[in-house]
């Protein structure tokens, strides 16, 4: 067993301010004893599409370093929420920006990076128009990190409207899924915790949602917060409400062996 932390943090304009409130929320998961912690979705920037590019780095970028410097310091599995990134372009071509998260070890080593696959591009009458792909590329997969703690798989927001994304996760022997994301005030209070539970339920094993926090009246993308946890049964074992703030849950992977042995749908054998 072992504790998972999902920092909630605000929306900031400011990316050292991101990084304060980070690392602030980061160590009060330690202190409470979180080996494995994750950060929201495009922390390091306001939700603001005319952001994005500006705010986009490579991989030697300060965010990066970040991150790793949190991981080492505090010596655990830290999940990068996501950032902007910018690919390096080949000569003649045109640069890729992508939404993405970068993993990291407890020695600050980055052991995964996860490309969001599934781009938002929604168009809801009366509810939120929105086209992701105006601004980034997208990327091809699930990610799956191999860890002293076993493989934990990684997708970001979007990707949760994608079950075959989440069992081919748990074919690979994940017993956790970390998901930053920002979902908002249209889809959150329909869909959000209805997919958390289906996608833990699916495939039993616990699901992690970290979100930003709500901040409102800074752009017209309002986030609707609740960062969330859900065991293998389907059910609810941690969430928050929309204010910024940290979620604990404790991972059992003996309870995940339990549900699949008596519900054993995922068995090959049968």
């Given at each position: 067993m072992?504790?998972?932390?999902l920092?909630?943090i605000?929306?900031y304009?400011d990316?050292?301010?991101?990084m304060e409130?980070?690392?602030?929320?980061?160590?009060?998961?330690?202190d409470a004893?979180?080996?494995?912690?994750s950060?929201?979705?495009l922390?390091n920037?306001?939700?603001m599409v005319k952001?994005?590019?500006?705010?986009?780095?490579?991989e030697s970028?300060?965010s990066?370093e970040?991150?790793?410097?949190?991981a080492?310091?505090?010596?655990?599995?830290?999940?990068?929420?996501?950032?902007?990134e910018?690919?390096s372009a080949?000569k003649?071509?045109?640069?890729?920006?992508?939404?993405?998260?970068?993993?990291?070890d407890?020695?600050?080593?980055?052991?995964g990076?996860?490309r969001?696959?599934?781009l938002?591009d929604?168009d809801?009458k009366d509810?939120?128009?929105?086209?992701e792909?105006?601004t980034?590329?997208?990327?091809?997969?699930?990610t799956?990190?191999?860890?002293?703690?076993?493989?934990i798989?990684?997708?970001v927001?979007?990707?949760?409207?994608?079950?075959e994304?989440?069992k081919k996760?748990?074919d690979?022997g994940?017993?956790?899924?970390?998901?930053?994301a920002?979902?908002?005030?249209t889809?959150g209070?329909a869909?959000w915790?209805l997919?958390?539970?289906?996608?833990a339920l699916?495939?039993q094993l616990?699901f992690?949602?970290?979100s930003k926090?709500?901040t409102?009246?800074?752009?017209?993308?309002?986030?609707?917060g609740?960062?969330t946890?859900?065991?293998?049964?389907g059910?609810?074992?941690?969430?928050?409400?929309?204010s910024?703030?940290?979620v604990l849950?404790?991972i059992?992977?003996d309870?995940?062996?339990?549900?699949?042995?008596e519900?054993p749908?995922?068995?090959?054998d049968l």
């Amino acid at each position: 067993m072992f504790t998972l932390g999902l920092c909630q943090i605000a929306d900031y304009m400011d990316r050292d301010e991101a990084m304060e409130s980070a690392a602030r929320y980061v160590n009060k998961a330690v202190d409470a004893g979180a080996s494995v912690v994750s950060l929201p979705e495009l922390w390091n920037t306001p939700m603001m599409v005319k952001h994005y590019h500006d705010n986009a780095e490579d991989e030697s970028g300060p965010s990066c370093e970040f991150m790793s410097d949190l991981a080492r310091q505090n010596e655990i599995y830290l999940i990068g929420g996501s950032i902007p990134e910018v690919a390096s372009a080949k000569k003649g071509t045109i640069k890729k920006y992508y939404n993405t998260s970068y993993i990291y070890d407890p020695n600050g080593k980055r052991i995964g990076k996860h490309r969001k696959a599934h781009l938002f591009d929604i168009d809801i009458k009366d509810g939120i128009t929105y086209k992701e792909s105006d601004t980034f590329s997208a990327g091809d997969d699930i990610t799956i990190v191999q860890t002293e703690l076993g493989p934990i798989g990684v997708a970001v927001c979007f990707d949760i409207r994608f079950p075959e994304m989440f069992k081919k996760a748990a074919d690979a022997g994940c017993k956790l899924i970390v998901l930053p994301a920002a979902f908002n005030m249209t889809t959150g209070p329909a869909h959000w915790e209805l997919m958390i539970r289906a996608r833990a339920l699916d495939n039993q094993l616990y699901f992690a949602t970290c979100s930003k926090a709500r901040t409102v009246g800074m752009n017209e993308y309002v986030i609707w917060g609740h960062s969330t946890v859900a065991n293998p049964y389907g059910a609810i074992s941690a969430k928050r409400d929309q204010s910024e703030g940290l979620v604990l849950c404790d991972i059992d992977y003996d309870y995940v062996n339990q549900v699949r042995n008596e519900i054993p749908i995922g068995r090959s054998d049968l």
